[in-house]
């Protein structure tokens, strides 16, 4: 049975991708400046025109603008779309919580190519037509779900479109139907091992061997833990609605390790800095991650901010794929929240109290607000924790509590009060988790 899902692609030859690259740079930027008005306008404020694309280099690229999300929001709906309604085959579209949703048209090539990117990504993960494929992405509008399904197919697996929630059910169906993969949210596949063990079921001795995750951040420590609970292969499906969705980047696991391959045939990455002027980093170095399409037709984006913080590596993988490869993103940009005059994200606090061994391994919910009284001009930073049971039966709540602050203190450098809620307190998700509230006016 073949080692790779497109082998030709995901082992090219260096000189003879960035050929390719280059060409396929070529087409697209001729096919957004004919076609977007937006982009038009941006090429040619920064002194770039039909003739300078034909003329084009990779590191050419640089010159031009970052499109980031307001620029998607402010020509909402299809503004940034270059293929007209009667092309497209399908729409998707992020939840639009804060503001106007992001829209992700595909035309019927854009739906070949996601199928492609998916395909890729089960494979590397060991995912074979015999396998029993449970996917408990939301179907909608959402780009997992029906991500996943177009990867599914694509490999010719069986598909148990569960959708989110009704964890027990899940459960059941896992154990009757002999799920073999599971594709979900981290936090949630966490959930559903939680559930498992309240329904007496042992789920390590199911068939289930394999887990696919994305949609939000997550640290090492967390997929140790869902591993654990679960008994399986935890690997990741990288990728941003303004993208594709899922598919971006995909896990292999070879000799101990896990490697996140970016379908850079697919998209290019660069790495930034976050801070003006945004100069591109060299490889290796930790920053931004900006991303520009290479193949999509119905709206490709031209050097797209994702906030995303990660490194880029050029290396040949002991899986044998020469695709350049990146560090899981555990944090963006824009979840960076300055307590007191220190930057904090989100993972770092994860991480710290993760790696105590004491708390139950659900993502901690931060909480920001404002002083009261004399101190109404500081900032206050809750953390609220489950512990495991161990340290309710010895009524050690409070000894941990000052425990954890402690090492958020030292390690971080903030102050925090650290809550150790009661068992089930902490919300369970079924989808993404709300891992830190801003109260601060």
């Excluded at 449970?134 to 959402?142: E, K």
């Excluded at 300055?338 to 904090?344: A, K, L, P, W």
């Amino acid at each position: 049975m073949k080692k790779y899902w497109n082998e030709k692609q995901e082992c090219m030859d260096l000189e003879e991708r960035k050929k390719l690259q280059l060409e396929y740079l070529q087409k697209t930027l001729n096919w957004v400046y004919l076609r977007v008005r937006f982009y038009r306008e941006k090429f040619e404020e920064a002194g770039i025109s039909t003739q300078d694309i034909r003329r084009f280099k990779l590191e050419d690229l640089q010159k031009l603008p970052f499109t980031v999300k307001n620029d998607l929001r402010d020509n909402y709906p299809f503004g940034l779309c270059a293929a007209p309604m009667s092309e497209l085959a399908e729409i998707h579209a992020s939840s639009g919580t804060t503001g106007k949703p992001i829209i992700g048209p595909y035309t019927k090539d854009d739906m070949k190519q996601w199928s492609e990117c998916m395909a890729r990504t089960f494979w590397a993960a060991g995912v074979r037509p015999e396998d029993v494929f449970q996917n408990a992405y939301g179907m909608g509008l959402f780009t997992g779900g029906l991500g996943f399904v177009w990867g599914i197919k694509a490999v010719d697996c069986t598909l148990l479109p569960t959708g989110p929630g009704g964890t027990e059910r899940q459960i059941t169906l896992m154990k009757d139907l002999k799920t073999t993969v599971l594709g979900c949210t981290p936090s949630y596949a966490l959930t559903i091992a939680e559930k498992a063990k309240e329904m007496g079921v042992d789920i390590k001795k199911l068939p289930l061997r394999i887990g696919i995750f994305g949609a939000e951040p997550w640290i090492d420590a967390l997929r140790e833990k869902i591993e654990e609970r679960l008994g399986i292969r935890a690997h990741e499906a990288y990728g941003l609605t303004e993208l594709m969705g899922p598919g971006v980047a995909f896990s292999c696991y070879v000799n101990g390790k896990y490697t996140l391959h970016i379908n850079e045939d697919h998209v290019y990455p660069e790495i930034i800095d976050p801070e003006p002027p945004h100069n591109v980093l060299p490889l290796g170095t930790e920053g931004e991650l900006v991303l520009t399409s290479l193949q999509r037709q119905a709206m490709p984006m031209i050097r797209y901010r994702t906030k995303d913080i990660t490194r880029l590596y050029r290396k040949k993988c002991a899986c044998g794929r020469t695709l350049i490869t990146m560090d899981r993103v555990s944090d963006r940009s824009d979840d960076m929240k300055i307590v007191n005059g220190v930057n904090v994200f989100p993972s770092q606090i994860e991480d710290v109290v993760m790696k105590s061994g004491k708390i139950e391994p659900l993502i901690p919910q931060i909480i920001l607000r404002k002083g009261e009284g004399t101190k109404k001009h500081l900032d206050v930073m809750i953390v609220k924790v489950e512990a495991k049971r161990q340290i309710y039966d010895m009524g050690r709540e409070r000894v941990l509590e000052k425990e954890l602050a402690i090492r958020i203190k030292d390690i971080i450098g903030v102050t925090a009060i650290v809550e150790v809620v009661k068992q089930g307190e902490l919300p369970r998700s079924t989808g993404k988790a709300k891992r830190l509230i801003d109260e601060r006016k």
